[in-house]
């Protein structure tokens, strides 16, 4: 053994926890080299997939005349659903309500009833379109407005939250209001369509190369349509062009056709989807119809409630019972309820069947919350921030008892006030809002607006055993380590944060950790990458790993030098051994000489979670995450359309792995929210078609969208209050929901026009046409 050498690093990893490491791939997305699925070199003979739609919303195939599609030039075969070899069924929750392609009878505008499979895309495009199919059309719903939640058919068993006795707290509160919200749906638009390529192999095998947050969901999706055990189908996930839940259980549909396909013809198969065919064919975000019944004292805290979720869960089940019952988990935000009585209703209609998106449901029961916040603000005359702060939860270390949520679990990490007054302060609230009043005063058309909300959200899938995440890390011989985990990334930072935390237990460069692509052959049975759950289970699973190899290097350097084990230590790409250093590099040389394994599988399972949906009881999160946006805008009260001036957001990501990583998740979550809640508008017209299915007609927002002051800060004082990797917060779904924020603000400017005496009861999203109904609605009203 020789000494400590000058050469080695001395002073601190680069790229360690902690550190705002640049994207791994970033410099490959903006120079265009970055390997999506489309951009994998086709195996010589591949062939591509078209999907033919149903063009009713629902009726029963009475023929269908597939010739021309036969005949057309380039097309090899033509799949229907009787040419599905084992379960013709893609329906995540088990009801066996989502067939691969349509059988007998159809259930939305666009569901897809055939698979063209030709020598290139264009051909199965265009054979597509020349199918001749007759319905025998059916009586369609297509909207749940005017549904009777009660009555109408449900896709799946709704969930009921009761705690305390809202009803008759309800009947005896001062104060009493009712009221109904309309909240919209969001599609994904991520960059990258959905996307598959299977290439087949021996027997039953085959590689699936899929843009897919679920890996091993759609693995077993394969194998189910394939009639063959899961271990004959791998699948492969490097990068996707954004997710945001949309391939959560999408993406299993494009992907069991290409297989299908694939072993059919033995030769590899592509299926993609252009934007107008991913639009129409695959689910959204959920739009709700949201009731209430709040009773409130005359101060405006919160006594008593009664909510019902009514959401659009579309023609099968897929993942709308978890969804709505999320929506009910976070129908208090960051809100106290004495009692509380609140139920989902997951409505069947006759549209695409609706799905995970960012926030599962969560900021939709936010949006309740924050609207009942917005009527008690304006019936006892009072800013809604110091409703808001009237109604919060106990802060940590209180030792009150307003700290039990719906679900009754235990609040015991909140934080809000502080995050509220220190946004509040720095973003000069009171100032500004006298500074608008007098504006508003003085501005005959254009009012401005402000308001600051707040964000309490819950980490972990509602699932239990969706919480467990395994992976696996091998050390070679040259110190360079291989990392793998269950996880997907998809834009979010994840590859990178895992890597931070291999880095970290090891105490070597980032460099030297080499992220590889996700796939079911490493590491099996993994939960789809959602909940926010990401950095948390894989990141923990990681370390175990990383900590088992570094046990047994340490045990080796001790029983070798013959000397206690904690005189191994790990330094800056080097371990001290007693009173001498070697490098990492060489320390692992002289462990594998000496037949020590330098491989190992790390598992990690939250904690204390536990849920009883039947009594609406458990501690259903394992942390909540916390957060506030302040807006401010100026709407044009002749026309209805506005500008964010101003936003500033401080935002808790416990001990961050990578900041700024972090702040850029905190940045586009605000703007997504934002986009939903104002200009992203889903329209179906009266035959089921939707409408809203291109760029075209389909607003995300813009760079020029954003606001023209944008001031994003995390929490410099707070880590996790549970034993979290590193003692970080989950970032990927928290921020969404504060471009709550901008729907309230422009709530705000509008009730201007009234002198702030009227609920603007303003919904979503709120489009410069509903911005105007508004103060039309408000200036009428206020005049009588």
């Given amino acids: 053994m020789t000494k400590h050498t000058p050469n080695l690093k001395a002073a601190r990893i680069v790229g360690g926890v902690h550190a705002s490491n640049t994207h791994d791939s970033a410099h490959k997305h903006v120079s265009g080299t970055a390997v999506y699925i489309d951009d994998i070199t086709e195996p010589a003979g591949t062939l591509h997939a078209g999907l033919g739609l149903a063009t009713v919303a629902h009726g029963k195939i009475k023929s ?53 499979v030709a020598e290139t895309r264009d051909q199965a495009r265009r054979a597509a379109r020349l199918a ?21 058919k449900q896709v799946t068993t709704p969930l009921v939250l009761d705690r305390g006795d809202a009803k008759a707290n309800l009947g005896k509160a001062p104060r009493r209001i009712k009221g109904r919200m309309r909240l919209g749906g969001q599609d994904h638009f991520y960059l990258e369509g959905q996307v598959s390529l299977a290439v087949p192999g021996e027997d039953d095998d085959v590689t699936v190369h899929c843009s897919t947050q679920g890996p091993s969901e759609t693995q077993h999706m394969i194998a189910h349509a394939l009639g063959v055990p899961s271990h004959a189908v791998t699948v492969e996930v490097r990068r996707m062009g954004g997710g945001f839940g949309g391939k959560e259980t999408q993406a299993n549909q494009c992907a069991v056709l290409a297989a299908i396909a694939a072993k059919k013809l033995k030769r590899a198969v592509k299926l993609r989807l252009d934007r107008d065919e991913d639009m129409t064919a695959t689910g959204k975000r959920h739009d709700f119809a949201i009731d209430y019944d709040v009773g409130f004292d005359d101060e405006g805290r919160i006594l008593a409630i009664d909510y019902t979720f009514a959401l659009r869960a579309g023609f099968s089940a897929d993942l709308s019972g978890p969804v709505g019952d999320r929506a009910l988990f976070h129908c208090d935000n960051a809100y106290f309820f004495p009692h509380v009585h609140a139920k989902s209703a997951p409505l069947f209609t006759n549209t695409v069947s609706n799905t995970a998106f960012r926030g599962f449901g969560g900021p939709q029961g936010m949006v309740g919350a924050e609207r009942v916040i917005d009527e008690i603000a304006f019936a006892v005359g009072k800013d809604p921030l110091e409703i808001r702060k009237l109604n919060f939860y106990d802060e940590m270390g209180a030792k009150g008892s307003r700290n039990v949520t719906p679900y009754h679990q ?17 973003s000069d609230y009171a100032r500004r809002r006298r500074e608008i009043a007098a504006f508003n ?4 058309f254009v009012k401005r607006g402000l308001a600051l909300t707040p964000v309490k959200f819950g980490i972990s899938f509602t699932k239990t055993e969706s919480n467990q995440a395994g992976a696996l890390v091998h050390v070679y011989t040259d110190g360079s380590v291989h990392m793998n985990h269950g996880g997907t990334e998809m834009g979010q930072g994840l590859h990178m944060k895992v890597a931070q935390v291999v880095a970290e237990e090891f105490q070597i460069d980032i460099d030297r950790v080499k992220i590889t692509a996700t796939t079911t052959g490493k590491v099996p049975n993994t939960s789809p990458t959602a909940a926010s759950s990401g950095a948390d289970l894989n990141g923990m699973a990681a370390q175990d790993a990383a900590r088992q ?17 904690d005189q191994v230590v790990f330094l800056p790409n080097r371990v001290r051994i007693g009173n001498q250093e070697i490098s990492f590099n060489e320390l692992v040389r002289q462990a594998y000489m000496a037949r020590v394994q330098l491989s190992a599988a790390g598992f990690y399972k939250t904690p204390k979670i536990h849920w009883d949906r039947a009594k609406g009881k458990g501690h259903a999160f394992y942390y909540f995450a916390y957060g506030a946006a302040c807006s401010e805008v100026s709407v044009d009260t002749l026309t209805g359309e506005y500008v964010v001036e101003r936003t500033d957001i401080l935002h808790d990501t416990g001990r961050s792995l990578n900041k700024a990583i972090d702040i850029g998740q905190v940045e586009g979550g605000f703007i997504q929210g934002m986009g939903w809640l104002t200009t992203e508008e889903l329209w179906w017209d009266g035959k089921g078609r939707l409408r809203t299915h291109a760029p075209s007609t389909y607003k995300i927002p813009l760079a020029s969208d954003r606001p023209k002051v944008f001031n994003v800060a995390l929490t410099d004082w707070s880590q996790a209050y549970e034993p979290t990797v590193h003692r970080s917060k989950a970032v990927g779904e928290p921020p969404l929901p504060l471009g709550l924020s901008v729907l309230h603000a422009l709530s705000d400017a509008v009730a201007s026009v009234a002198d702030h005496r009227i609920c603007p009861r303003l919904d979503a999203p709120a489009t410069p046409e509903r911005v105007l109904m508004a103060v039309e609605r408000l200036k009428a009203e206020a005049a009588k």
């Avoid at 090899?76 to 007998?104: E, F, Q, R, Y």
């Fill in 132 to 152: 001749k199919i007759e319905y025998r059309e059916l009586d369609a719903v297509i909207d749940i407005w005017n549904l009777d939640a009660e009555t109408h």
């Fill in 549 to 565: 190899i570094k046990d047994r290097l340490i045990d080796f350097a001790a029983e070798t030098h013959q000397i206690p084990r």
């Fill in 441 to 444: 005063a003085n501005s005959r």
């Fill in 64 to 116: 269908i005349d597939l010739s021309a599609v036969k005949a057309a030039p380039g097309v090899v075969a033509v799949l229907t659903a009787k040419d599905v070899p084992g379960d013709n069924d893609i329906s995540p929750s088990g009801m066996h309500d989502d067939p691969i392609l349509a059988d007998g009878e159809v259930l939305f505008h666009g569901q897809p009833v055939f698979c063209v």
């Fill in 410 to 426: 235990k609040v015991e990490d909140c934080i809000i006030q502080r995050i509220v007054a220190e946004l509040e302060e720095s």
